[in-house]
């Protein structure tokens, strides 16, 4: 072997440890820096959960600064309060592994991406963040008080951004001390009214008319028919040896006025019109069957299979919100929000800012599009047919003196008793700046459970943004 062999197997054997020194040094900065907030924060940690009992957890409060979620120092530990108690249970929660307290943990506890290893190293153990949410307090009571006794639903939504500004699930509950007794809290989770359960996020529930507002909005964007186009309503509607039918004959109608009566063949008879893809793709256009992407758990919707036999008679059912269509009380409210945003779907959000206990911003919302459900005009002419549906048809509940307002009334027939009532809209028409969604279970016609709620919380949101 000569001196240039020689030398090329010392600098291929010298790369060894070479190689092997540079991994390890890869290795230990992922641990060590790229993971270490991720490994502090990890609840199974033991030293991890000893420093993080250490720190006082951030507050939650509301769009107004009043706090729904604080603390107190008991036996040396820090424990959550709950000073608004079931007006805002679903989103507090009862403990940290439900409600934001789960899903906000590390901005609530300064850890995590929102960690700062050398203010903890200069002054002790620290305190963690407030989250301030989008939610109006007054509005969560009135929305509490208005559904107690009931099992429903309450969502509002700032029609300009997408901020939750009420989201209100009823049965509720008390979540201070909830889990102080095992026996108690078993029983809390196998009570048949089931509070647990956020309805607004996770109920799924048949849209009955309410959903007549998307095909509305379909048929009219992809230029098959228009606000004027008549339909014949004998109260009867026969496919496939099926039988849709509506309350009365309407006789002669235009889609227009479809809408204002709730005429159930005129919108089965869409069918004809629209094809079972197009549907489903308007359904997603509008995000109907998406979850909510709040940091609380949700449900997703689901539509039937239109490739089986009975496919012509299940979409002409699902165009007026039955067949085997199931959504969730904020997928309609974001569906309505489309339409009064011009047709562009805005991402509901809950988290306003997360400020740091100096004061620091560390992160501030801002408004989010999910894309164009339909054309600004075919919004703008359904948005006049809502508003036709309050001055002139089934809507009538929610006139506001000096407002115009935009609704659709629904009652959706399900298997499990009468029928659920749906009423969903917006204000001012014209303008518009709140919308509101409310759900109420076997409650019957939506004019007369769900409209009412709606009036009283439009006429505080609106009178909040000065428009009555």
């Known amino acids: 072997?000569?001196?240039?062999?020689?030398?090329?197997?010392?600098?291929?054997?010298?790369?060894?440890?070479?190689?092997?020194?540079?991994?390890?040094?890869?290795?230990?900065?992922?641990?060590?820096?790229?993971?270490?907030?991720?490994?502090?924060?990890?609840?199974?940690?033991?030293?991890?959960?000893?420093?993080?009992?250490?720190?006082?957890?951030?507050?939650?409060?509301?769009?107004?600064?009043?706090?729904?979620?604080g603390t107190s120092r008991e036996g040396g530990k820090w424990q959550r309060t709950y000073p608004e108690g079931e007006s805002v249970c679903h989103i507090t929660g009862y403990n940290d592994r439900s409600g934001v307290q789960k899903s906000l943990r590390d901005a609530l506890l300064g850890i995590g991406r929102y960690e700062s290893p050398w203010a903890e190293f200069a002054e002790g153990p620290t305190r963690g963040n407030d989250v301030t949410l989008t939610v109006d307090l007054d509005a969560q009571e009135i929305g509490t008080r208005l559904l107690r006794g009931e099992r429903g639903a309450v969502v509002a939504l700032d029609a300009r951004t997408g901020a939750v500004l009420a989201l209100v699930s009823a049965p509720g509950y008390e979540p201070e001390g909830l889990v102080d007794s095992e026996w108690d809290f078993q029983m809390f989770q196998n009570d048949p009214g089931k509070p647990e359960i956020d309805r607004a996020l996770q109920g799924v529930y048949p849209p009955g008319s309410v959903m007549k507002i998307l095909t509305a909005a379909a048929v009219m964007d992809l230029g098959r028919v228009d606000r004027e186009t008549e339909f014949e309503c004998d109260g009867e509607y026969e496919i496939d040896g099926a039988t849709i039918t509506c309350p009365r004959a309407h006789g002669t109608v235009t889609l227009d006025e479809a809408l204002q009566v709730s005429c159930n063949t005129t919108f089965a008879r869409l069918g004809r019109y629209i094809a079972a893809d197009e549907f489903v793709d308007y359904m997603n256009r509008f995000h109907l069957l998406g979850g909510a992407d709040l940091p609380l758990p949700s449900s997703k919707g689901r539509v039937g299979d239109f490739t089986g036999a009975n496919r012509d008679v299940l979409l002409a059912e699902s165009l007026f919100g039955q067949g085997e269509t199931l959504v969730t009380p904020l997928a309609i409210a974001r569906m309505t929000l489309a339409i009064a945003h011009g047709g562009t779907v805005l991402a509901p959000y809950l988290v306003e800012r997360i400020s740091a206990p100096s004061g620091a911003s560390l992160y501030a919302a801002q408004p989010k599009e999910l894309g164009q459900a339909v054309s600004a005009e075919t919004a703008a002419s359904v948005a006049g047919m809502m508003a036709n549906v309050v001055e002139e048809g089934t809507g009538g509940v929610v006139a506001l003196s000096g407002v115009d307002v935009a609704a659709k009334t629904g009652s959706a027939e399900n298997p499990h008793g009468q029928a659920h009532s749906w009423f969903t809209a917006f204000a001012p028409a014209d303008n518009p700046q709140v919308v509101v969604t409310v759900v109420v279970e076997n409650a019957g016609a939506g004019s007369e459970a769900a409209g009412p709620i709606v009036r009283q919380m439009l006429v505080y949101l609106l009178g909040n943004t000065g428009a009555i």
């Open 1 to 69: 072997m000569n001196a240039r062999e020689m030398s090329r197997n010392i600098r291929r054997v010298a790369m060894i440890p070479a190689v092997g020194f540079a991994l390890l040094c890869v290795f230990l900065g992922y641990w060590q820096v790229y993971k270490a907030p991720e490994l502090r924060a990890d609840e199974y940690n033991t030293r991890a959960r000893d420093r993080l009992a250490k720190i006082e957890p951030g507050r939650v409060l509301d769009s107004g600064g009043a706090p729904l979620l």
